[in-house]
C-alpha cells in the first residue's frame, strides 16, 4: 500500500507564501508518475490546482492559481512540491496530492485577511 504525505501547510497572512512537499512511502512512485495537487475548501467539492508530468516537461494550473503557484520536482528526493505566493483568502482548503491512485490526507492551507 502506497501513502502519500503533505507537508508545508499551516497560517499565513494575505500575500504571503508557503511551499507545499509531497512525498510517498514508496517513494520511486512519485518518479514514476504524473503528480497532481488539489485542495478542498469547507462546504466545497475537492479541486485541481496543479499537475506536472513524470518528466518535468510539462505543468498545467487552475485558472484560479496560475501566475501565483508553482508546482515541480525534485526526483533525487523523490518529491514533488508546490510553492504557493501571493496567497489569499480564497486559497484557505486542505491540500491534497495525488499519485493516481493515490491520495495524501492533505495538509492545511489558511490564508487570514
Known amino acids: 500500500q502506497v501513502q502519500l504525505v503533505e507537508s508545508g501547510g499551516g497560517l499565513v497572512q494575505l500575500g504571503g507564501s508557503l511551499k507545499l512537499s509531497c512525498t510517498a512511502s514508496?517513494?520511486?512512485?512519485?518518479?514514476?508518475?504524473?503528480v497532481g495537487w488539489f485542495r478542498q475548501a469547507p462546504g466545497r467539492e475537492r479541486e485541481f490546482v496543479s499537475a506536472?508530468?513524470?518528466?518535468?516537461?510539462?505543468?498545467y494550473y487552475s485558472d484560479a492559481v496560475k501566475g501565483r503557484f508553482t508546482i515541480s520536482r525534485d526526483n533525487a528526493k523523490k518529491m514533488v512540491y508546490l510553492q504557493m505566493d501571493s496567497l489569499e483568502p480564497e486559497d484557505t482548503a486542505v491540500y491534497y496530492c495525488?499519485?493516481?491512485?493515490?491520495w495524501g490526507q492533505g495538509t492545511q492551507v489558511t490564508v487570514s485577511s
Open positions: 495525488n499519485c493516481p491512485p493515490y
Open positions: 514508496n517513494g520511486q512512485i512519485i518518479n514514476e508518475y504524473a
Open positions: 506536472i508530468s513524470r518528466d518535468d516537461a510539462r505543468t
